[in-house]
Structure formats: C-alpha cells, structure tokens
C-alpha cells in the first residue's frame, strides 16, 4: 500500500501520494497539486522543495552525514583519490583497474586547451577575476569541442575534457595574469600533481613535488566533489534543462558558486580572519556583530542551508590543516584565530540556537594558503572540485524521464489591471 498524504483545502480533502527515499527521506509529490487544487506552494530558497530523485549523494544535515553513491565521505578522503572519486559520482560504482586506468589516460591526452584559447587568457585585464575567466573560458569550450554528446564514448569524452581541460585553464590563466611563462601539464604527473606544477614550476625555480601537498589537494578536491542540490548545482540543472550543451551548464554553475553565501566563502573566510588578525586578534567584535540582526555582517564559514551539526567535511578539513601545518613547521596566525573563533562560537548561545557550525569552508582557506593557492583563486579550487559533481548531477537530469525545463510559478502581489496614461495627462 503505497503511503499518500491529505490536505484539506477550502472543506474539501486532497490525497497526493508520498515518496520515501533509500535512507528513508519522506517528500509529498505535489506534481498535480495546481491542476487538482488551483493553488501552489511558496518556499522562497526552496528550503523545503525537493526538485529531483537523485542517487548520487546523500546528506544528513541532522546528523552530519555525507556519502557518495553511499560511501561516507570519511572513507573517501582517507582511500581514493579526486579522479576516483569523480570517477564513482560520474559513473555510479567503484572503477576497476582498467576502468580507472582508462580514465586517467583520457585525462592526460585531454589536458591541453587549444593554443588559440591562450590569446583569450592573455587579454583579460590583470585584476580580472579568475571565476569570472573560468566561466567565461569553460562556456568557449564548446567553441572549440562542438562534438558532444551523440554516443556514450563521446559523453564520457566530454566530460573528461571538460574536467581535464578546466584544472588545465585555471592553472593557466594565473601563470598568463601574473605575465609568467605557461606551464605545460605532464604525462608523467597525476591530477593533483600536475595542477600544482603547471601553477607553481617556473625556469628558474623547478617546482619540487610534495606528495603531502599532493594528498592535500586529492582530499581538499575529494571533499568539494559533490553536495547534492546546492546553489551551484541547483543552477546547472535549472540551466541544463533548457538542453543546452553541458560547458553553457557548468559555467552557469560556476557564476553561482562565486557568490559569497556559496563557493565565495572560503575566500571571505580568510579576508575576515586577516582583518580580526589586523585588529589585534579579538574574535569579540565579529562574533557579536554576527549575532547583530541588524548587522547584514556573517561570520563566514559558519552556518549552512542543510547542516545543522558540524559539517563533516570541515572535520576532515581541519586535521588536514592541522596535519600539514605541523609538516611543515608553519605557524599561521589565522589558524589560531580561526580556532579561537569557533570554540566562542560553539559555547555562545547565539549559534548553538542557530545551529551554526563551521562548514566547508571555515578551514579549507587555511589548507589552500599551505598549498601557495592565491586567496583570489580559492573559489576557482571549490570550483574544480565541484566539477564531478556538475558533470554527474547534470548527466542523472537529462537522463531522468521525468525530467521537465525548470519553471518555478510565482504569487503576484503588483497592481491590478490599471491603464496606459499618455505623457500629456500624467501628472
Ligand atoms: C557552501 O548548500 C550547500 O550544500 C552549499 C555547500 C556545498 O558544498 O555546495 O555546502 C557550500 O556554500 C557552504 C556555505 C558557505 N557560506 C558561508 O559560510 C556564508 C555564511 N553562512 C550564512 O550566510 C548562511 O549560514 C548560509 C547562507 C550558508 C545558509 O543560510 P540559510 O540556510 O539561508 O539561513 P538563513 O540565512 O536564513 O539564517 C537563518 C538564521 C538567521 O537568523 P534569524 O534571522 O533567524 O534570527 O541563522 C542566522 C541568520 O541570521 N545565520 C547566521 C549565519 N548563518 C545563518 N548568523 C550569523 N552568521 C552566520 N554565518
């Protein structure tokens, strides 16, 4: 007996049948609700509307819980690697040996961009923003890649071109805005390894390769690869449902990310922390203008639509941090501010009401400054990792039957039906 449930509207009762998820998540499927009802729902931020069924990721906010295609995400940060792991989002299932063989091989021979694409990077004003440039260079993608998605051997092509080719422009379009020489990616190097040396090698100074810099980095992008319906990927699939091509997507999504509520955080996170650092250390000023409802001020880095406990991931991201500062011998005053911010903050009433905890990002700029990542690149990094995430989310929508263009409906609250006054007779 399948479960439903009533609403009475106006004395009169409605059923609508109810969904339950694998792990027990219960929805009301509200699909002909306008058509049997006349009414709509309203839930600004979509705080509580489910816009899929998706079997790629599963979040917990309550719990703290995160798994890919059911792996908890623990496990994936401590074992696999980013090309595993966006590996298993894309394709749904641990890769064999030649599977994952054959996608690292994809990679490598995909990871030029075509040379014509240089003169693009080379004319972008110097203080231009490097998620600006991503978007902009990912949507020219299918200038130069116009074939798309006619077999499956072109579908995974495009995909791993697209996740290949946008490390591969990231890296470039730093060298190109600091009028440094490109530096080419390497049969010889893995992901990870590659990203860092075509950042950071020059001809005068080799970039020496660090495999805890390396592991890092895996587990920096493992922990970005996916988080199920979130801003950026909500606007992928809003745009991917239009059926336009997946490079058009996929820099909608990285516009999205940009935005300092999203992907932007992890940059504004570092900004606040110098700026306490600045004046004088004291977390005081920042934790009550956070609780200040009249203050638009946020204490970044905290708080989250979903999570309602420590974001697992922080957890992960901040042994990572406390693993390469002590490697390293580094003493980065901004960790011990952070860390001075959030045990205030996790005894104030203010955010244990709020359910505010760190999320993702409270600790991941800390990790990026290890990496020698520019603070003005620490959003492109979320949005590279982001990318499995994109890609397979966009690929469950387009293959999903039930799949329609999106086109939320709305409560008019403007003026009535008023006429056109010619320029002579207004006041
Ligand atoms: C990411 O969705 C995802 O999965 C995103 C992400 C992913 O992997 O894709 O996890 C990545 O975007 C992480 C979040 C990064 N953003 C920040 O760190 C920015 C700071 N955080 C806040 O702006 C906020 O917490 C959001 C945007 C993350 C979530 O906001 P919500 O769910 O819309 O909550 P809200 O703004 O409606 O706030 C609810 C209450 C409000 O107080 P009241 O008006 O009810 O009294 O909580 C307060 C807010 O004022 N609040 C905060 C706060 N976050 C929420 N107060 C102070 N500081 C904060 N950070």
New binding site residues.
């Given amino acids: 007996m399948s479960e439903s449930a009533k609403i009475i509207i106006d004395g009169k009762t409605y059923e609508f049948p109810v969904i339950t998820g694998s792990e027990g998540e219960k929805g009301i499927d509200i699909s002909e609700l306008r058509k049997q009802t006349g009414y709509i729902t309203l839930d600004p ?1 979509y ?1 509580n509307t489910g816009c899929c069924k998706s079997s790629i990721t599963f ?1 917990d906010g309550e719990k703290g819980i995160l798994r890919y295609r059911g792996i908890p995400i623990e496990q994936l940060a401590e074992h696999s690697t980013f090309v595993e792991t966006a590996y298993i989002l894309i394709h749904g299932s641990l890769p064999n040996e030649k599977e994952l063989t054959n996608i690292r091989v994809m990679l490598n021979d995909n990871s030029l961009i075509h040379e014509d694409m240089q003169i693009f990077f080379q004319n972008f004003p110097r203080s231009s923003s490097p998620m600006g440039i991503l978007s902009a260079m990912v949507n020219t993608l299918r200038s130069f890649y116009p074939e798309l998605m006619d077999s499956e051997e072109d579908i995974e092509l495009t995909f791993l071109r697209l996740l290949s080719k946008a490390r591969t422009m990231a890296a470039m379009s730093y060298k190109i805005s600091k009028g440094h020489k490109v530096v080419y990616p390497r049969p010889d190097y893995t992901y990870c390894a590659n990203f860092l040396n075509m950042m950071f090698d020059s001809p005068v100074k080799p970039y020496i390769i660090d495999e805890d810099l390396v592991e890092a980095l895996n587990t920096f992008w493992i922990l ?1 690869a996916d ?2 319906q ?4 909500a606007a992928v699939k809003v745009v991917g449902s239009g059926k336009v091509n997946i490079y058009a997507s996929i820099s909608a999504g990285i516009a999205a ?1 940009w935005g ?4 932007g ?1 992890n940059q ?2 570092i900004m606040m922390l110098s700026d306490i650092l600045k004046n004088g250390g004291s977390v005081d000023q920042v934790i009550s203008r ?2 200040d ?1 009249n203050d638009a ?11 309602k406990t420590y ?1 697992p ?1 922080a957890k992960i991201m901040k042994s990572t941090c406390d693993r390469l500062l002590s490697k390293f011998n580094i003493d980065d005053p901004l960790v011990d501010i952070a860390k001075k911010l959030e045990e205030v903050a996790l005894k104030d009433a ?2 244990i009401d ?1 359910n ?1 905890y760190p ?4 600790y991941s700029g800390i990790v990026l400054r290890v990496l020698g990542i520019p603070t003005n690149m620490f959003t492109v990094m979320f949005a590279i990792g ?1 990318l499995p995430g994109w890609i397979a989310q966009w690929k469950e929508s387009i293959d999903d039957p039930d799949w329609k263009i999106s086109r939320p409906r709305q409560i008019y609250t403007g003026p009535n039906e008023n006429n056109y006054i010619p320029i002579l007779k207004r006041k």
Avoid: P, W
């Avoid at 999320?359 to 409270?362: A, R, V």
């Fill in positions: 931020g705080g979040v970005h988080h199920e979130n801003c950026s990927t990310l300092q509520l999203h992907g955080a504004a996170v956070a609780k409802r001020f946020r204490l970044m880095g905290f708080g989250h639509r979903v999570y974001d991931r203010y955010f709020h505010l999320n993702i990002d409270f982001r």
